[in-house]
C-alpha cells in the first residue's frame, strides 16, 4: 500500500487552500467590478447637466431646491450610458433644475411621444367634459358611432362607457397579444375597428391595455365638441401652457391619430400643469378634479411584464400610469421607447424622458431599451429620500 492510500485525506489541505486563494481573488474581482459600477465622486463632479436659460422656464439647481446635487449627476451619468435616450429634464419646485441630451437629442427637437400621449388625451376629454360638449363620462360608445349601429358584430359594445374607455377596461384587446390584431391596426385604418375589433371581456370587467380606445376617445371628442382636436387643444390646452403640438398626423378620415411629436421642454409644461392640479401661472387650464380623478388607480397590477426592480405595483388610472420605486409612488405618461412624463407630488417634481421611439418596432431589442429608459427614472426615483 502507497503512502497515499494508507493516509486518502492526505494533499487535500494543499487543494483546498489553491481552491481558497482562487476563491478571494475572485471575490476580490468581483468585489471591484461591482464598485466599478457606481460612478466616483470626481466622475459625477464632471457631469454637467446645467439647464439652458430662456424665457420658457424658470432656471434653478438641485441644491437650491433642497436636492442632492450628487443624485442628479449620477442619473445624468447613467443616462449618458444608454443607447437610445435623446433627452432628459427634472423640474423641482416649479423650475428646471437639470437638463441634458444625448445621441442624436437635442433641445429644438421633436419627438413622437407614442402613447404618451394617451395622457393628453384624457385632458382632451376633461376639458370636453368641463366645455359642456360631453355631459358625463358614463355616456355610451355607440352614442357617438350611429353609423356603426347595424354593423356592431358584438352587442356588449353597446354598454362601453367613456369611463371605461379611459380606464382600458372597455374589454378590447392588448393589440400586440396577437399578430393578426396587430396588423389590423398596423394599417392605421381606425374607424371601422370600432365595430368589427373583438372583444375578450365585458366591458367593465377587466383591464386590457388598449391602442384603439385611445383613438375612439380622440374622435368622440372631435365629434362631441365639432370641430378637430388640433384647433380645439390649441384653444384649450397648448396656448394655455405655452406649448406647441409638432407633427399630428390625420388620418384617411380626417381625424387625429392618438400620438403626436413634442419637444421635451413642452412635455415638462404639460407634466408641470398636472403636478398643480391642473394649473398653470394661475390659470386653471384642466379641471382640478379632473386631475385627481385621472391619477387614481382604478386597475391594479395593470402591467404584468417585469420591467425593473424599482417598478413596481404598476396600476392605471384615466390614460396615466402609476409606479411604485423605492418609498414614492409616481403617475406616469409612458410611451414606446421609453417616453415618459413622470410626476412625483409628494417632491413637487417633474421628470421627463426621450428616446427613439421605435415607430412600428415591436421586438425585444426595442423592449430592451425601452426598459433601459424605465428603470433610469425609477432607479433615481428609488434614490431619493423621503419627504417625511
Not at 442632492?68 to 433627452?87: F, K, R, S
Not at 442624436?104 to 376633461?126: M, N, P, R
Not at 409616481?330 to 414606446?336: D, I, Q, S, T, V
Request: net charge negative.
Amino acid at each position: 500500500m502507497t503512502n497515499e492510500e494508507k493516509h486518502p485525506t492526505k494533499g487535500r489541505p494543499h487543494a483546498f487552500g489553491r481552491f481558497t486563494v482562487v476563491l478571494l481573488v475572485l471575490i476580490v474581482l468581483l468585489s471591484a467590478g461591482l464598485a466599478g459600477c457606481s460612478p466616483s465622486a470626481r466622475e459625477l463632479a464632471a457631469v454637467d447637466y446645467t439647464p439652458l436659460v430662456r424665457d420658457d422656464w424658470a432656471v434653478s439647481t438641485p441644491a437650491e431646491q433642497g436636492l442632492d446635487p450628487m443624485l442628479v449627476a449620477e442619473l445624468y451619468h447613467n443616462a449618458a450610458e444608454l443607447d437610445t435616450i435623446y433627452g432628459l429634464l427634472v423640474i423641482k419646485n416649479d423650475h428646471l433644475i437639470a437638463e441634458g441630451y444625448f445621441n442624436a437629442g437635442a433641445i429644438e427637437q421633436e419627438v413622437l411621444l407614442q402613447s404618451a400621449t394617451k395622457s393628453y388625451i384624457s385632458a382632451f376629454v376633461g376639458i370636453a367634459l368641463e366645455e359642456g360638449c360631453l355631459s358625463s363620462l358614463d355616456q355610451r360608445m355607440m352614442e357617438f358611432f350611429p353609423e356603426f349601429a347595424d354593423d356592431v358584430d358584438d352587442p356588449r359594445k353597446g354598454q362601453i362607457t367613456i369611463r371605461q374607455l379611459l380606464q382600458m377596461r372597455s374589454g378590447y384587446p392588448w393589440e400586440e397579444s396577437d399578430p393578426a390584431l396587430w396588423e389590423v391596426l398596423a394599417s392605421g385604418d381606425y374607424l371601422p375597428l370600432i365595430a368589427h375589433y373583438p372583444l375578450i371581456s365585458d366591458p367593465g370587467a377587466e383591464f386590457h391595455y388598449s391602442n384603439l380606445t385611445a383613438y375612439i376617445l380622440g374622435v368622440i371628442v372631435e365629434r362631441a365638441c365639432e370641430t378637430g382636436l388640433g384647433p380645439f387643444t390649441e384653444e384649450h390646452l397648448f396656448s394655455g401652457i405655452d406649448a406647441e403640438v409638432g407633427e399630428w398626423w390625420q388620418d384617411s378620415y380626417g381625424y387625429y391619430y392618438s400620438f403626436f411629436h413634442s419637444t421635451a421642454r413642452d412635455m415638462a409644461k404639460f407634466g408641470l400643469l398636472y403636478l398643480n392640479g391642473g394649473e398653470y401661472t394661475g390659470n386653471q387650464i384642466v379641471p382640478a378634479d379632473w386631475v385627481h380623478d385621472s391619477l387614481q388607480v382604478y386597475s391594479e397590477d395593470a402591467w404584468p411584464h417585469r420591467v425593473g426592480r424599482n417598478f413596481n405595483d404598476i396600476g392605471y388610472g384615466y390614460q396615466w400610469w402609476a409606479v411604485t420605486a423605492g418609498d414614492h409612488r409616481y403617475n406616469l405618461a409612458w410611451g414606446h421607447g421609453g417616453q415618459q412624463i413622470a410626476l412625483l407630488d409628494e417632491l413637487d417634481m417633474v421628470i421627463v424622458v426621450t428616446a427613439d421611439p421605435f415607430f412600428r418596432k415591436h421586438d425585444d431589442q426595442a423592449w430592451k431599451h425601452e426598459k433601459a429608459n424605465l428603470n433610469l427614472v425609477a432607479d433615481f426615483v428609488a434614490s431619493l429620500p423621503s419627504s417625511e
